[in-house]
């Protein structure tokens, strides 16, 4: 009798332990339950779960908001997750403080090779977006959430990301009563960001593109460029801006130029705080060596006769020919160095005057052009060789007077 009176304290601490490890045990169920239920959305690619755990504004939240976004900006998270996978690594209950908390391993998208993808695909089209104004601009992000999914959207259906693990932590709390739990999911921009693989911090990473590849985008998309978008960015209006057929052509025969022998190398970096200096070397057409095939071919039609006779417009039109075949025909290039400047505005690397320098850079000595809109050869010219100018040597008939019939003969 003495022997069970002893033993009774024992039994009800044993008792009391397995009470309390069957509710921990319980607990734990209901949670990873509650984890396995809300995880098991984003793996079917249910929008609705994307939504609720991964706001469209957190991932910009600097865009305009917009009340109608369309059903490929809803599409994103679905092709986000597509390959969206977990694991519980371990649960943890505090019945007391009614909260939980579960380590987990999140398999998720490549986010930082996305989150550049996106950032040069951004400024890209940024770039693009000023070169088709009409009006000397800057580039600038869009303020459309639209657009920015849009981006991403496209970068998601056409390129191949890899999968990378995550470990993270998820907090959850009972919002129940003592003899009936229900666990819910802590949401917060922490969980959100680790459940789309860090893509938040990555967007919002000010040096995401390094000052090198910022620079790579600037010069690889003017290599894109059409006649009129190359005019509108660079400014140079006299050449690749302008309602003159003939101007026109010319225009078109630089960007073709440019399309065919534009290249760099990018030679060093320094970067200071939030200024950087990259050297380059630049290739391009050799405006130079243009030139002078055009002035040699022009001097010797000046030194001509035929200069005379042909009269002012004549004379324009064949000098604007002879700089279009001197330029369509030209093969040679020439490299220098070239530097650019770039700032950090908090937000992304930019180039500073970037019209100015590329401009520079690429078309030298044409960035303007080298006939007047005057007669090749002027009337005080004319006079100096003892020669009056057709223009006002010719009558307007059909008769040629034996002066005239000498000078052709001659």
């Known amino acids: 009798m003495k022997i069970v009176k002893s033993l009774i304290p024992l039994l009800l601490f044993i008792l009391a332990i397995t009470c309390l490890s069957g509710c921990s045990h319980v607990d734990k169920t209901n949670v990873e ?17 994307t939504q609720k755990y991964v706001s469209y504004k957190e991932l910009f939240p600097d865009a305009t908001s917009e009340t109608n976004l369309s059903k490929d900006v809803k599409d994103v998270f679905s092709l986000f997750f597509q390959n969206f ?79 990378v693990e995550r470990e993270c932590t998820m907090q959850l709390r ?124 022009l001097d010797t039609y000046l030194a001509s006769a035929d200069a005379v006779i042909d009269g002012s417009e004549k004379r324009y039109e064949n000098s604007m020919s002879m700089l279009l075949n001197n330029i369509e025909s030209n093969t040679s290039t020439v490299s220098s160095d070239a530097t650019f400047h770039l700032t950090n505005d908090g937000v992304s690397w930019k180039l500073q005057d970037s019209n100015i320098s590329i401009g520079n850079a690429i078309f030298g000595t044409l960035s303007s052009s080298p006939v007047s809109d005057t007669s090749a050869i002027s009337s005080e010219e004319a006079n100096d060789k003892g020669i009056e100018d057709e223009d006002e040597n010719i009558e307007n008939d059909d008769s040629t007077s034996d002066d005239e019939n000498d000078f052709y003969e001659e």
């Not at 959430?145 to 970068?155: A, F, G, K, N, P």
């Not at 938040?200 to 009129?228: A, F, H, I, R």
């Open 85 to 163: 996978d977990y694991k519980i690594l371990n649960i943890n209950v505090d019945n007391d403080k009614k909260e939980a908390s579960a380590q987990l391993r999140l398999s998720t998208v490549d986010a930082y090779a996305l989150a550049k993808d996106y950032a040069q695909a951004s400024l890209e089209a940024a770039i693009l977006n000023a070169a088709d104004s009409d009006t000397t601009s800057t580039e600038e992000s869009t303020d459309s959430m639209e657009e920015r999914y849009l981006i991403l959207d496209q970068l998601l259906k056409s390129n191949s990301y890899a999968t």
């Open 174 to 297: 009972n919002s129940g009563s003592d003899d009936r739990a229900e666990w819910e999911i802590v949401r917060s921009h922490a969980l959100e960001n680790d459940l789309v693989g860090g893509l938040m911090t990555d967007l919002s990473n000010n040096d995401l593109l390094s000052p090198e590849e910022t620079l790579t985008v600037y010069l690889n998309t003017l290599k894109t460029m059409d006649t009129v978008q190359m005019g509108n960015y660079l400014g140079i209006e006299s050449l690749l801006n302008t309602s003159d057929t003939d101007k026109n052509s010319i225009a078109s025969a630089l960007v073709a130029q440019v399309h065919k022998n534009f290249d760099f190398t990018i030679t060093s970096c320094d970067e200071q705080s939030y200024s950087a200096s990259v050297q380059t070397k630049i290739t391009t057409f050799d405006s130079a060596a243009i030139l002078d095939a055009y002035q040699t071919e």
């Open 33 to 49: 339950a509650v984890i396995t239920n809300e995880l098991d959305l984003l793996k079917n690619l249910n929008s609705d779960a």
